[in-house]
């Protein structure tokens, strides 16, 4: 599952918070918690409109998480099993290994809210696919 962390700041100066502080807080979780699944749900729910968006382009399609899980995919990117491999924790990986190195450092580099040193992967030609370019775009929620 997912976490989600909300962070309550006093100022140095207004010391510790007081047990009545504790209680109001804690009186507020079941509604933290619920306003925390709705915006999961949108964030996924915005994830599968870009990745429909991608279908209406005809271009196969995948929304990763921050950790590399994916979160929504196309038709066209589900029927390219050549390719593209599921992995443990509901990962992915690319079959051709220097591909794949590649692309997990995007992930990574995405991750940490690096730039990527390279956004477009050169996937080799093999028996039963094409060559082809995979493109990493990084999403940024915007505040």
């Known amino acids: 599952g997912e976490l989600a962390i909300f962070v309550f700041q006093r100022r140095l100066g207004e010391g510790r918070y007081d047990a009545g502080s504790f209680d109001i807080l804690d ?25 429909a968006a991608m279908t209406a382009m005809g271009l196969p399609a995948a929304i990763l998480s921050s950790r590399g899980h994916v979160l ?6 589900e029927s390219m099993g050549s390719i593209f491999l599921p992995v443990a924790f509901g990962g992915m990986a690319i079959v ?3 591909a794949n190195r590649l692309f997990q450092q ?3 580099a995405a991750r940490g809210a690096a730039e990527p040193s390279v956004r477009s992967i050169p996937v080799s030609a093999a028996a039963d696919r094409s060559p082809l370019i995979l493109h990493v775009l990084p999403l940024r929620r915007s505040a």
């Open 27 to 51: 009186g507020l979780r079941p509604a933290m918690a619920r306003a925390s699944l709705i915006a999961a749900r949108l964030g996924l729910e915005r994830a599968k409109g870009t990745v």
């Open 106 to 108: 995007a992930v990574v």
């Open 72 to 77: 929504a995919a196309n038709l066209l990117f």
């Open 96 to 98: 051709d290994a220097d």
